[in-house]
């Protein structure tokens, strides 16, 4: 199976969970080159499992998952097409935050040192770790680390990025400037963006189009632009997760 | 937008030279450009018209601003000229960054007196650390007198049973090994004085005071007190440790005394069973090598060996299990910084348990020999 031309990802009757008891039963969707595409749902509706079987850590019960310009990424090999954010950011623990980065620029680029340490710190810069490079992960931020992740994540200049909650932990002003950077390389460079969200306000500037997982529906809620989702859903489950202002709050005594 | 990178022309203009690019100029092109304009006749600007270009990547970006900055400092200069505005857009992500060379660590170099002096601090923090450790772990002990109910009694059956259980195949068959091994040797050296009777009595006592215990405890540390010392180590790192405290529960009563009772209990039982193998052992080359009737050699093992040769190897079991718990422990909960140090906390133990091991033997045997308990 090939991608068809414009996308970036495809998913096909893809079934996810653990042997006995599948977690989200046969989902197709795709992902548009070029768009900043989000994966919603509550806590513990399977993001962070979809998650791992788009980038190919782990084989699905059933279907596939196809990535533009690499196939299967069960079976992706040699330098790294599609960069990925961790939930916990994944940064080695033994190695400084420079080191973390220049790792796949040594491996997979045939740049002199003088020049991979101008992209290691142009990297940070753009997360705001400018002058942190010497620093080991145990010694950053829980909010840091995940900056960190992020810069690890786009090193390479890959065109697709899979980013695990890159706002979590993050205060407004530091996760507005990261939809900055996102929205920056999204327009100016084509990325196309995977990422798994909660924060509203980013899905609100960012997400041109999404995918709402449930956990009873054991698959997909609804999909589309959140924009409309939020008000034109004639589901009130998708407009409250849109919207969680609207739920009745209990009434004080 | 896409297309691959090249350079569609080049131009003298004045003394300047100009290169046209072309196409997606990412990280991989960059070696060639660099060579390319290496190659350029050497004075006068390099200019680079990026009119043409479709897209420029964020980390080219960074390695142009480089060289135009390594330029400058030789004296020529590297300039870009238009381009459209999503390769501005990426131009301008980098600028007013700092320079990195400035952000280098400063190197630095140790000399003798310094590493002199770090080792001595490191003994005196290691000190503090075994002090301390022992403090809390007194207290801890204390407590749980006082209320026994506070100890997790139930989480040692399943420590004993990792400790203790699941060593006991390894255990049977070195020692019974050792066993053979050692009544091999002694016969040959007995055989010239035709005093082979004398073997049970060379293999049961050596196995009963000094290499039962010790084998068991070597294995029972490679075994146990390595793995304690990683699971503590990463519950440490992954503020497990914190999250107890925070929840009431005292790391050491919790997690510590459990273990170290677990080995007390499980080195010595584990050590009659080696004393038990080492001695059929034993026996088995002696029947196969000597000739030597079975009931001969028990009758022999049973004359010479005493009480208090058992209780003497026991009592170096119990000391040698809580020292590989209590080490295990303290290593474990000391560690510090992610995985590489829970693999330094582990390896310290390991090492740290064979010599204490070994010192422990030599101080218990010449205590037994000075208070004449089963010589
Ligand atoms: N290794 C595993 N074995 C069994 N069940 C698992 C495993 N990992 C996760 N789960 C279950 O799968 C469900 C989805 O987990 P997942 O991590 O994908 O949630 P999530 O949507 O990313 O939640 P969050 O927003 O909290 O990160 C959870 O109910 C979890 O209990
Ligand atoms: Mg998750």
Redesign the interface.
């Known amino acids: 199976m090939k991608v068809e031309p414009g996308v970036a990802v495809q998913v096909v009757g893809l079934s996810v969970g653990w042997s006995q008891e599948p977690l989200l039963v046969d989902l197709s969707f795709e992902v548009r080159r070029g768009s900043i595409f989000a994966i919603l749902g509550g806590s513990g509706s399977g993001k962070s499992t979809l998650f791992r079987h788009l980038i190919g850590l782990e084989a699905p019960l059933t279907g596939r998952v196809e990535i533009a310009g690499v196939g299967d990424p069960l079976q992706a090999r040699g330098r790294p097409r599609f960069g990925v954010l961790f939930q916990s950011s994944g940064l080695l623990g033994s190695w400084t935050l420079g080191a973390n980065l220049e790792l796949p620029l040594r491996r997979w680029t045939a740049l002199e040192p003088e020049e991979r340490e101008a992209v290691v710190c142009a990297r940070l810069g753009q997360v705001g770790l400018c002058g942190y490079q010497n620093h080991l992960p145990a010694e950053l931020s829980g909010g840091m680390r995940k900056r960190g992740g992020i810069a690890r994540a786009l090193v390479l200049d890959p065109e697709l990025v899979f980013l695990d909650e890159p706002g979590a932990g993050l205060d407004p002003v530091t996760a507005a400037q990261l939809d900055d950077l996102i929205l920056t390389l999204n327009r100016n460079l084509g990325l196309t963006v995977v990422l798994v969200t909660h924060e509203l306000a980013s899905i609100e500037r960012l997400v041109e189009d999404c995918i709402l997982l449930d956990r009873e529906e054991k698959g997909i809620l609804a999909r589309g632009d959140p924009r409309q989702l939020r008000v034109e859903s004639p589901d009130p489950r998708v407009r409250a997760f849109f919207q969680p202002e609207t739920l009745s709050t209990p009434a004080v005594p | 937008?896409e297309g691959v990178f090249r350079i569609a022309c080049r131009e003298s203009q004045g003394e300047a030279e100009v290169l046209f690019l072309e196409g997606r100029l990412?990280?991989?092109d960059?070696?060639w450009l660099?060579r390319e304009l290496g190659g350029l006749p050497p004075p006068g600007d390099r200019v680079l018209d990026l009119g043409g270009l479709g897209?420029l990547?964020?980390?080219?970006?960074?390695?142009l601003?480089?060289?135009q900055a390594?330029a400058a400092a030789a004296g020529r200069r590297l300039l870009w000229r238009g381009g459209p505005?999503?390769?501005r857009?990426?131009l301008d992500?980098?600028e007013g960054?700092?320079d990195?060379?400035a952000?280098r660590?400063a190197p630095c170099r140790r000399g003798m007196l310094d590493t002199l002096g770090r080792a001595t601090l490191q003994l005196v923090r290691d000190c503090g650390e075994i002090l301390a450790f022992t403090g809390a772990l007194t207290r801890a002990v204390l407590r749980t007198l006082r209320r026994p109910s506070e100890m997790q009694w139930r989480g040692i059956g399943g420590l004993v049973n990792r400790a203790g259980m699941d060593a006991l195949p390894i255990v049977l068959l070195i020692n019974f090994l050792i066993g053979m091994i050692m009544s091999f040797q002694s016969a040959v050296q007995l055989l010239k004085f035709g005093a082979t009777v004398y073997v049970a009595d060379i293999v049961s006592l050596s196995m009963a005071r000094e290499l039962g215990p010790f084998m068991v405890a070597v294995i029972v540390a490679g075994r146990s007190g390595a793995g304690f010392a990683a699971e503590l180590g990463t519950m440490k790192?992954q503020e497990e440790i914190d999250a107890l405290r925070t929840l009431g529960f005292d790391p050491y009563t919790f997690l510590v005394l459990p273990r170290i009772l677990a080995l007390a209990f499980v080195v010595p039982l584990l050590t009659v069973l080696a004393v038990a193998v080492g001695t059929l052992g034993g026996m088995v080359t002696a029947v196969a090598r000597l000739d030597m009737a079975p009931a001969a050699w028990w009758n022999e093992v049973h004359s010479t060996m005493s009480g208090w040769d058992l209780c003497g190897g026991l009592i170096k079991a119990l000391v040698f299990g809580a020292t590989i718990g209590s080490v295990a422990c303290m290593r474990g909960l000391a560690t510090?910084?992610?995985?590489?140090?829970v693999g330094r906390s582990t390896t310290s133990t390991v090492v740290t348990i064979l010599f204490l091991l070994v010192l422990l033997d030599a101080v218990i045997t010449a205590l037994f020999f000075q208070f004449e308990i089963g010589m």
């Open positions: 937008m990412g990280l991989e960059l070696p660099r897209v990547e964020a980390g080219a970006a960074a390695v601003l480089r060289w390594e505005p999503p390769v857009g990426i992500l980098h960054l700092p990195p060379r952000l660590p790192v510090r910084g992610g995985a590489e140090g």
